[in-house]
């Protein structure tokens, strides 16, 4: 299932999106979110969108930089912007946008705009994790694990769709997600580096969560942050 996330102010405009899009992914399962401002959107933004259609024009942020705040929070998301400010857009390769729409909407245009946006998703797809929990197995996307805990002989799949647990050890796990930015903060927790917020002292913050950073770790856990967003060594 598709999941994504209109940010526009103008009702009638987010309302033909939403119909666009219905009428795109008729044959599979969509949802969509709707915002009306930047801050909204922004605000426990936890990484769970495939597509964001983003006007340049709000009341509270425009959309540029709320897309630059965004790519602070989430590498991967589809960007797309919809506007009447084609001249603004174009700069939209400075925030990673994957295309620009420009208003007034017609499907013809949308759907060529979606329809790139759809192979870009499949070409990215997520690798997934399968977990065996008490009455069966569930299938994880990598990329909605904020992080992986271990109590006693428990792991916790801490997600942003909620917690799955399951028994085994938390060094197989580092070792099959290694290749895919997971890394240890400390004994117990294998920290997905997207939803990295901050680091503050010897604590690292994953999205509200406050996670500790042991001595030992601390230094091989802050280079591959560093890695991770691009500052090099």
Avoid: W
């Avoid at 499907?107 to 990215?124: D, P, S, V």
């Avoid at 230094?219 to 090099?232: M, S």
Wanted: glycine share 6%; net charge negative; with cysteine.
């Amino acid at each position: 299932m598709k999941n994504i996330a209109i940010v526009e102010d103008d009702c009638a405009a987010a309302e033909q999106i939403s119909v666009f899009l219905e009428k795109f992914f008729a044959e599979e399962p969509v949802h969509v979110n709707r915002f009306t401002a930047s801050i909204q959107f922004l605000t426990n933004y936890k990484g769970e969108y495939d597509i964001v259609f983003m006007d340049i024009e709000l009341p509270d942020l425009n959309g540029m930089e709320t897309a630059r705040k965004l790519r602070e929070l989430d590498k991967k998301v589809a960007i797309i912007f919809v506007t009447n400010m084609a001249q603004f857009a174009v700069k939209g390769y400075e925030v990673g946008a994957l295309d620009f729409i420009v208003k007034p909407l017609t499907y013809y245009n949308f759907a060529l705009k979606l329809k790139r946006a759809a192979e870009y998703l499949r070409a990215n797809e997520d690798a997934k994790v399968f977990v065996h929990v008490d009455d069966g197995f569930v299938t994880i996307n990598l990329s909605d694990i904020r992080y992986v805990e271990i109590i006693k002989h428990k792991i916790i799949y801490h997600t942003v769709h909620g917690d799955y647990h399951t028994y085994g050890t938390l060094k197989k796990i580092e070792e099959s997600l290694a290749e895919h930015h997971f890394i240890r903060c400390n004994y117990c927790y294998l920290v997905n580096l997207r939803y990295v917020t901050s680091v503050r002292g010897f604590t690292a913050y994953v999205g509200e969560e406050e996670l500790q950073i042991s001595h030992p770790r601390r230094k091989e856990f802050l280079h591959a942050l560093n890695d991770y967003f691009g500052g090099g060594c």
